[in-house]
């Protein structure tokens, strides 16, 4: 199945797919894009010798729009769209041409701390000011809400001992670079249902 990774920042999430064994043989990513004209996930993208792209709505220099981004898709057979630190909200008009083929990474337990400008370090900030005592990961589809598209799997971690947002952060990195590879996996298999409006992940083997 080939993939595409849309990125805006580092790029840890791209390079965790990119080495998941799991993911040998079953996915390949075809395209990275991101809302920037240069990233440092750019550099991981060039390093993989994957194709990279800058994208945005309207017509601008060294961007593509996402209108032609979708014709590029189709004709690359993307069977899957994957926003790995992606900060910007997906075109509804690009959401509708993939329906339930869109997945993003948000680093806590959705649908707490989620939503417009929850984003980086800003979410385990709220995060550490709650005082709560697990945080995490989710992955979930994306519909025309930021975050609010339905949870397809979380990974949580208790936060209990942490002194700063930073360590939170740390952690539930951690779990994202797991978390999300696993997803594609299990798409890449099948192995994920949506039933009565919500997602099951088939254990069948
Ligand atoms: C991750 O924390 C992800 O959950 C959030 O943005 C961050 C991306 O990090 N959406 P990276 O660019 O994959 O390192």
Excluded: W
Excluded at 145 to 165: K, R, W
């Amino acid at each position: 199945m080939n993939i595409a990774v849309f990125v805006s920042g580092k790029g840890s999430n791209l390079e965790a797919i990119l080495a998941s064994a799991e993911l040998k043989g079953l996915c390949d990513v075809s395209m990275v894009c991101s809302d920037k004209l240069d990233c440092p996930a750019f550099e991981i993208a060039k390093r993989y010798k994957i194709p990279f792209l800058s994208v945005c709505e309207s017509e601008k220099d060294g961007f593509v729009t996402f209108n032609k981004l979708h014709q590029i898709f189709t004709e690359k057979e993307i069977g899957l769209i994957v926003l790995a630190g992606f900060l910007k909200l997906m075109p509804k008009e690009f959401v509708r041409a993939f329906p339930n083929k869109i997945i993003n990474i948000h680093p806590a337990l959705l649908p707490s701390f989620g939503g417009k400008g929850m984003y980086g370090i800003r979410v385990h900030e709220a995060v550490f000011r709650s005082s709560a005592k697990v945080s995490g990961a989710t992955v979930h589809f994306v519909n025309e809400i930021y975050d609010e598209g339905l949870i397809i799997d979380q990974a949580a971690v208790s936060i209990e001992d942490v002194e700063s947002p930073e360590e939170i952060a740390q952690r539930v990195l951690q779990l994202e670079h797991v978390l999300l590879p696993s997803v594609i996996v299990k798409f890449a298999q099948r192995k994920i249902e949506i039933k009565n409006n919500r997602v099951y992940l088939t254990k069948k083997s």
